[in-house]
């Protein structure tokens, strides 16, 4: 059975960092595009950040461009989020998906609050 696994949430100040990781199992991330989500309550899951298989192209929300970095370690089989300049308003459960073709995988979600 396929599994993604996240971790690195936690509650963080405005203004701090926080880095997720999302580490695959029974599945081999250097097959498939990845990408992180989040989502708020009663909001719909909206793409953050998103990186490509062979080349490694990148791109971002508008709202997290600058502050987020999105980068893969096949080796490892994991994606990674660095989060910086963080703001209330990042708050949410991020989700960290992979993706060939038809074939979607999800991660459990990881809790992000950012608050003083």
């Known amino acids: 059975q396929v599994q993604l696994v996240e971790s690195g949430g936690g509650l963080v100040q405005p203004g701090g960092s926080l880095r997720l990781s999302c580490e695959g199992f029974r599945v081999s991330f250097s097959l498939y595009s990845l990408s992180w989500y989040r989502q708020t309550p009663g909001k719909d899951r909206e793409l953050v950040a998103y990186?490509?298989?062979?080349?490694?192209?990148?791109s971002y929300a508008d709202a997290v461009k600058g502050r987020f970095t999105i980068y893969r370690d096949n080796v490892k089989n994991a994606v990674y989020l660095q989060m910086n300049s963080l703001k209330p308003e990042d708050t949410a459960v991020y989700y960290c998906k992979a993706a060939l073709v038809r074939i979607h995988y999800w991660g459990q979600g990881a809790q992000v609050t950012v608050s003083s």
């Open positions: 990186i490509g298989t062979i080349s490694g192209s990148t």
